[in-house]
């Protein structure tokens, strides 16, 4: 059945609107794009000397191993502390005992609602702005507070999202929270949780840009100095954002693939009970 049962399929009138607002938006887009491109000719940033920047050796060099590693490195430690610390705060949550999920409710509120650049100088001054590492771990921990914050709510969502049958049926069988949750739960609502936990990853990444305003090393650190040194902001922020966006489309990449490999291809665990017994129960 190709047609959507929640509306009729488009008339020969609506497909015709449809084609001209496309043809409009275009057009639009495409003034946009010239007017921007006169603009950029007319301000100097399409001369060549601007440019060649970019193409000089020493320069790229200081761009991919100064600037896109120290980046990589900061967004991957922080995504792998956010993890870590969103399942215990996750679990936490979920927690039946009040000592133990009202300060997880609390830790979890805060650190969602604190700006990231705010964490990024809280954390810098704590560690002392003296020392020439406290840049690259204020951005570090503030990363992992607040990515940390939201996959906790998303590891929650995740496990309320798998059908209440699951957990009842294993109750059912004699299975204590701690196994429904391990064995029952968790592997369904990791393949439920995955998609959102990819584009935190790329969140976090981006996020490190704001390290620039607490002297963390990294891309942007690299795109400043060369834009003073050669007064060329537009053509370096512009070289910037594409590296930016080559990273994220190979991070992505490599989750989808990574959620491909092991989790798309993976029987999820369920419990079913017919009868009052499992469904490969056999009955004499």
């Known amino acids: 059945m190709s047609a959507s ?7 020969p009138r609506t497909v015709a609107r449809h084609r001209v607002y496309s043809v409009v938006a275009a057009v639009v887009l495409l003034a946009f794009l010239v007017w921007a491109v006169k603009r950029f000719y007319d301000a ?18 200081a761009l991919l191993v100064d600037g896109v590693l120290e980046t990589v490195k900061m967004a991957a430690t922080a995504v792998a502390g956010a993890v870590v610390l969103g399942f215990v705060l996750g679990v936490g949550k979920m927690s039946d005992h009040g000592w133990l999920r009202w ?9 969602r609602a604190v700006p990231v650049l705010l964490l990024m100088v809280f954390t810098w001054y704590a560690l ?6 406290s840049s690259y771990w204020a951005v570090v921990v503030a990363l992992t507070l607040y990515n940390g914050a939201v996959l906790a709510e998303v590891l929650r969502a995740g496990v309320n999202a798998v059908p209440k049958g699951q957990a009842e049926a294993a109750y059912a069988i004699g299975m204590r929270k ?44 690299i795109s400043r100095s060369i834009y003073l040194e050669f007064d060329n ?7 910037t954002a594409m ?11 490599l989750a989808t693939l990574v959620q491909k490999r092991f989790v798309g291809e993976k029987k999820v665990l369920q419990v079913s009970m017919v009868g009052g017994a499992p469904d490969d129960t056999k009955t004499a």
Not at 5 to 11: M, R, T
Not at 103 to 111: D, G, L, R, S, Y
Not at 243 to 253: C, K
Request: net charge negative; with cysteine.
């Open 5 to 11: 049962v929640l509306f009729d399929a488009p008339g």
């Open 44 to 61: 100097g940033h399409l001369e060549g000397d601007k440019w060649e920047v970019f193409v000089t050796p020493r320069f790229l060099e």
């Open 103 to 111: 300060p997880a409710w609390a830790v979890v509120e805060f650190f």
């Open 128 to 133: 002392g702005i003296a020392d020439d590492s």
């Open 178 to 221: 701690t196994q429904v949750m391990n064995i029952i739960l968790m592997p369904q609502a990791v393949k439920i949780m995955l998609p959102a936990i990819i584009s935190q990853c790329v969140v976090a990444l981006k996020d490190t840009a704001l390290g620039l305003y607490v002297a963390a090393p990294g891309l942007t650190a």
């Open 233 to 239: 902001r537009v053509p370096t922020m512009f070289v």
């Open 243 to 253: 590296l930016y966006i080559v990273i994220n489309l190979i991070l992505t990449w």
